[in-house]
């Protein structure tokens, strides 16, 4: 299997905000419209919104994907890896492993399950790298972006449920 996991953050940054982002952006822009009393100004804010919001959900998702439980996911970890999907995560571990560790990490891309060693390995070199926290580190970023389009718009019980949202995106654990 040809892998498409990539040495460039940027480029996983740029997949959140495609797969997942403009998906929550239409949404939110969708919602602002539909709503009714939604001016231009708050379309374009919960566009905003939606796109931050959207992007630092799918890099925690690409977090718990490499560091979450298995039995709180509901589904084994290290799917991007076997799928070798550029992500965030990935893409900085990647970018900061010798040779011999890119091709052990591309010999897990297309299997059904790693072995313990296999799994032990991949572990330690997210750790190692800091992986990890410099996706979560990321995805927190984008959550502050989406509570920051939200600054101008009046402050309402549904204005708190979006900044809670925020919060939740960056930090769930299942």
């Given at each position: 299997?040809?892998?498409?996991?990539?040495?460039?953050?940027?480029?996983?940054?740029?997949i959140?905000e495609?797969?997942?982002?403009?998906?929550?952006?239409?949404?939110?822009?969708?919602?602002?419209?539909?709503?009714?009393?939604?001016?231009?100004?708050?379309?374009?804010?919960?566009?905003?919104?939606?796109?931050?919001?959207?992007?630092?959900?799918?890099?925690?998702?690409?977090?718990?994907?490499?560091?979450?439980?298995?039995?709180?996911?509901?589904?084994?970890?290290?799917?991007?890896?076997?799928?070798?999907r550029?992500?965030?995560?990935?893409?900085?571990?990647?970018?900061?492993?010798?040779?011999e560790?890119?091709?052990?990490?591309?010999?897990?891309?297309?299997?059904?399950?790693?072995?313990?060693?296999?799994?032990?390995?991949l572990?330690?070199?997210?750790?190692?790298t800091?992986?990890?926290?410099?996706?979560?580190?990321?995805?927190?970023?984008?959550?502050?972006?989406?509570?920051?389009?939200?600054?101008?718009?009046?402050?309402?019980?549904?204005?708190s449920?979006?900044?809670?949202?925020a919060?939740?995106?960056?930090k769930?654990?299942?």
């Open positions: 299997m040809q892998s498409k996991i990539g040495d460039n953050p940027e480029e996983g940054l740029k959140a495609k797969k997942t982002g403009n998906g929550f952006m239409a949404a939110a822009k969708i919602g602002a419209i539909a709503g009714g009393g939604g001016g231009e100004e708050e379309v374009i804010a919960l566009s905003n919104y939606g796109k931050y919001l959207g992007i630092s959900y799918q890099i925690r998702d690409d977090v718990l994907d490499v560091a979450g439980k298995e039995d709180k996911l509901g589904k084994k970890i290290f799917s991007d890896v076997r799928r070798a550029n992500t965030v995560v990935l893409s900085h571990l990647f970018s900061n492993i010798n040779a560790d890119r091709e052990f990490l591309f010999s897990l891309t297309g299997k059904k399950e790693f072995d313990d060693r296999e799994g032990s390995q572990k330690k070199l997210l750790k190692e800091g992986a990890i926290e410099f996706a979560q580190k990321i995805s927190l970023e984008y959550a502050h972006k989406a509570k920051e389009a939200l600054k101008d718009l009046k402050s309402s019980k549904y204005k449920v979006l900044v809670e949202m919060k939740y995106a960056a769930r654990d299942f």
